[in-house]
Structure formats: structure tokens, C-alpha cells
């Protein structure tokens, strides 16, 4: 088993039981108490979970059995402040593909919408389903910028539904820059509600290249919606996220035809 998987098994086992000691976690996934100590340790820095003496505690209340763990869809406001240095150079990464008059989506997560306040006054048309993204072009004079419309997700601060879904099929999209809540080795890359998943599934099929842009503390994480496997991403911009485990999974994606391009961070 590599690294990413246990993490993510760990961060289940203890979300749904509350808490866990490090001999009972070394006793489950075979192996020595000090690399859970170090999983754990890997673990709280990405705050997704809370070390103890001798253990660990969830960081958010025990899920009911069954239930998918790492899913807590947090309002816009709160993401936009998260992994500020990563999203900034992933951000300035993507704006290097941005051709004059292109037509661009963009989706309405905080790591696009940093793109978007990177993004240069140049003859662009871009399409988007988010109110932040909407706000920040309106200073972009050069920029033709057209909202999809459909239901409001207030917390998200984006459209959705089927409107926003119709909304899509009137333009050629060049390019569709896009994030997400999680990317998981063997069952792919995911959303927190099937809403905004079915979205940008149908942003994917109609444009002529994807770019994920994630920061590396998303690798590992399931949340509570699957929509395209992880080999399926047509580009990948990410941080050099210096764990492990990281580069054990981007050794992996690589190896299964995935391209990525890290950015570098200044530490």
C-alpha cells in the first residue's frame, strides 16, 4: 500500500471512529508505530486531522458508517484564504496557456478564481459559472466575460443545474481550467456534490483541453462525488509539494499518461 492510500484510509478510520492511537493504526495497516507517527504528523500539517500524544483525533465529527469521509463543502470565503502561496503560482503557471481570442471557461473554484485575478486585459471570451470570477473581470475592459446563469449555490458562491449545464453548448471553449475537492489514485478525481460535478464534466467533454489546477494538499482525498478517473486529466498543474508520498502519487499519474507541470513555491 503507498503512502496516499494509508493516509487516506487513516483519515477515515479515525473520522468515523473520533480518534485512534498509533499502535492500534500500526497494527491495522502493518506497519512500524514510526510511520504512522510520520503519517500522522504529514497528516495534521495538511489539517486533516489533529494529533495527541500517542494518536490522533478528527478534525471535524465522527461520519456515519458508510458515509464518504474528507466531503465538507466549505463556503467560498474560507477556501479562497487556503494554500494562498500554492494557488498563486499555480495560477500564474495556467496563465502562460491563455492565448489572445480564445474562448476560456472557467469554474468556480478558489483556485481558478486566483487565475482570474492573475488572468491579463487581453482579448479573451470567458464563460463562467462563478459570481467571484464574474466580479473580478468586470476591471478587464478587453475581456468579453459571459456567466452561465442556473441555480445559485450561495455557499459557493457559483451557478449550477441544468441551465448553467445548456448554457455551455453555444461556445467553442478552447480551453476549461477547472479545480476540485480531491484526486484519489484508484477512483479518480472528485467533487463535494453532484451538482458541481455533473458541471464540469460537461464543461470537459465540450472543450478542447482541461487543466486541472490543484494544490498538492488535495492529492489523496475522496470526496463525496467521482466524476472522471485520474487518468482521464488532460493536463495537470500542481505545487512541488516536497512529501513523499507526493511524489509517489505523481510518479504514478505520470506512468499512466497523465501530464503535469509543477510550479514551484517559495519556502
Known amino acids: 500500500m503507498i503512502a496516499l492510500e494509508r493516509h487516506r484510509q487513516i483519515v477515515s478510520q479515525i473520522g468515523h471512529a473520533g480518534s485512534a492511537r498509533v499502535s492500534d493504526l500500526a497494527r491495522i495497516f502493518d506497519v512500524t508505530d514510526e510511520t504512522i507517527r510520520r503519517d500522522l504528523k504529514v497528516l495534521s500539517e495538511q489539517g486533516r486531522l489533529i494529533r495527541t500524544h500517542g494518536g490522533a483525533l478528527a478534525s471535524d465529527p465522527p461520519v456515519a458508517p458508510g458515509s464518504p469521509g474528507n466531503h465538507i463543502d466549505l463556503p467560498f470565503a474560507q477556501r479562497d484564504s ?13 496563465c502562460k496557456l491563455i492565448q489572445p481570442g480564445e474562448v476560456i471557461a472557467l ?20 464563460v463562467t459559472n462563478s459570481l467571484a470570477v464574474c466580479s473580478i473581470l468586470t476591471h478587464h475592459t478587453r475581456v468579453n466575460t459571459i456567466c452561465t446563469g442556473g441555480a445559485l449555490d450561495a455557499d459557493a458562491m457559483a451557478f449550477v443545474g441544468l441551465q448553467a449545464e445548456k448554457a455551455l453548448d453555444s461556445f467553442n471553449i478552447a480551453k476549461f481550467f477547472y479545480s476540485c475537492r480531491g484526486i484519489d489514485l484508484e477512483r479518480g478525481v472528485s467533487e463535494s456534490n453532484d451538482r458541481h460535478a455533473a458541471l464540469k464534466l460537461r464543461t470537459i467533454e465540450l472543450a478542447t483541453q482541461s487543466i486541472l489546477l490543484t494544490d498538492t494538499s488535495k492529492f489523496g482525498i475522496a470526496s463525496s462525488v467521482f466524476y472522471m478517473p485520474a487518468d482521464s486529466v488532460d493536463l495537470l ?13 505523481i510518479t504514478s499519474l505520470r506512468g499512466r499518461g497523465v501530464r503535469i507541470e509543477q510550479a514551484e513555491v517559495s519556502r
Open 82 to 94: 487556503a494554500q494562498m502561496l500554492q494557488k498563486q503560482v499555480i495560477a500564474a503557471e495556467a
Open 107 to 126: 469554474d468556480a473554484s478558489s483556485t481558478v478564481c486566483e487565475l482570474a485575478r492573475q488572468l491579463p486585459d487581453i482579448p479573451l471570451t470567458v
Open 237 to 249: 498543474i500542481t505545487d512541488d509539494g516536497r512529501h513523499d508520498e507526493i511524489g509517489e502519487m
